[in-house]
């Protein structure tokens, strides 16, 4: 079965540093990986995906992941981060059929002055 | 419309209360999810519709739980004799499956409080 683990379940980063949340997922099957982002009060939206094209993937506002199928993980990253950033993150991996998402328990990223 | 909606936006309840939440997908897309938002956790799937039949229901976590689709719109979930553990954000998703690998659109969540 396919699955998520996302490590830290906050982050918290100063204004101009490097931003770094980390999934690990498992799955028996080549994945497709998700992260999506959760402004307060607002529903998810979706950042990037890796769908077996390039392993480098890269998204809206400035963030990319990479794809490493030999540490089996899907970090999500940003140069410099901005206080706009700061937002709740998820990791999700497509599960089976029907295209059912299978999400971490996210990571809540505080960026400060 | 131009995006998924969902109604009402805020929902609180009685205990043992049946409640039903809607929800209006993209215009088009034939897939729709339900998923759960518990306080402090990920979100947990319910039930997935391609078209106006649901071949995956294993997230509905009891039989209080259904769901129904008509007319490959519009969504409705339905909780019955509510109960506390029930709380949570309420997620609507809609794709459109031949299209970019699966990129669900979310709406913007029922939040359900029971009281």
């Known amino acids: 079965a396919q699955s998520v683990t996302q490590l830290g379940s906050h982050v918290s980063v100063s204004e101009g540093a490097l931003v770094l949340l980390r999934c690990n997922y498992s799955?028996?099957?080549?994945?497709?990986l998700f992260w999506y982002v959760q402004y307060p009060n607002q529903g998810l939206q979706l950042l990037l995906k890796?769908?077996?094209?390039?392993?480098l993937v890269k998204g809206i506002n400035g963030f990319e992941a990479e794809f490493k199928k030999s540490e089996t993980s899907f970090h999500l990253t940003k140069p410099s981060a901005h206080m706009s950033d700061a937002a709740e993150y998820f990791c999700a991996v497509r599960t089976g059929g029907g295209n059912k998402l299978t999400f971490g328990t996210g990571t809540q990223l505080k960026v400060e002055l | 419309g131009a995006g998924v909606s969902q109604s009402p936006s805020n929902k609180v309840t009685e205990k043992g209360k049946d409640v039903e939440l809607r929800c209006d997908p993209i215009s088009g897309h034939t897939a729709l999810y339900w998923y759960r938002q518990r306080l402090g956790q990920g979100l947990e799937f319910l039930i997935y519709?391609?078209?106006?039949?649901?071949?995956?229901k294993s997230g509905l976590p009891s039989d209080r739980f259904s769901a129904e689709r008509t007319g490959e719109s519009v969504s409705t979930l339905t909780i019955q004799r509510t109960q506390q553990e029930d709380s949570a954000v309420y997620l609507c998703?809609?794709?459109?499956?031949?299209?970019?690998?699966?990129?669900?659109?979310f709406g913007p969540g029922t939040r359900l409080t029971v009281l």
């Open positions: 799955s028996s099957v080549p994945p497709y």
């Open positions: 890796y769908t077996s094209a390039a392993t």
């Open positions: 519709f391609q078209g106006n039949s649901a071949p995956d």
């Open positions: 998703a809609s794709s459109s499956l031949g299209g970019s690998y699966n990129e669900q659109f």
